[in-house]
């Protein structure tokens, strides 16, 4: 059974930092394009970051670009997001996703995703 767990959330002031984590089990996901989601209350779903399953190359949102990073670890089925300078609209709840078919131009859509995690809250306070 495929599984996706997320840890590393809390609650943090605004400039801090947190590392999320995203732990895959059930097969290999070193060829699978993984990416980072966020949900913030009464919005959708937002990209945040992803890593492509063929170069490892990373994409960012405006929004987190220069604050957050995302890291992948093939050996351990995992991967992170360092994020640095938090901010209170970073405030949501952040998912990870895996998929191995996912096209290039279709990182950023969640509809693309096969697999995700349960979600992890992170808030940042003002």
């Known amino acids: 059974q495929v599984q996706l767990v997320e840890s590393g959330g809390g609650l943090v002031q605004t400039g801090d930092s947190l590392r999320l984590s995203c732990a895959a089990s059930?097969?290999?996901?070193?060829?699978?394009?993984w990416a980072w989601f966020r949900q913030a209350p009464g919005k959708e779903r937002e990209f945040v970051a992803a890593?492509?399953?063929?170069?490892?190359?990373?994409f960012y949102s405006d929004s987190v670009k220069g604050r957050f990073t995302m890291s992948r670890d093939n050996a351990k089925n995992t991967v992170y997001l360092q994020m640095n300078q938090l901010r209170p609209e970073d405030t949501g709840v952040y998912y990870c996703?895996?998929?191995?078919?996912?096209?290039?131009?279709?990182?950023?859509?969640?509809?693309?995703?096969?697999?995700w995690g349960q979600g992890t809250q992170v808030t940042v306070s003002s």
């Open positions: 996703a895996a998929d191995s078919t996912l096209i290039l131009s279709s990182v950023r859509d969640s509809g693309g995703y096969d697999y």
């Open positions: 890593s492509w399953r063929s170069t490892g190359n990373t």
């Open positions: 059930g097969r290999s996901f070193r060829r699978d394009t």
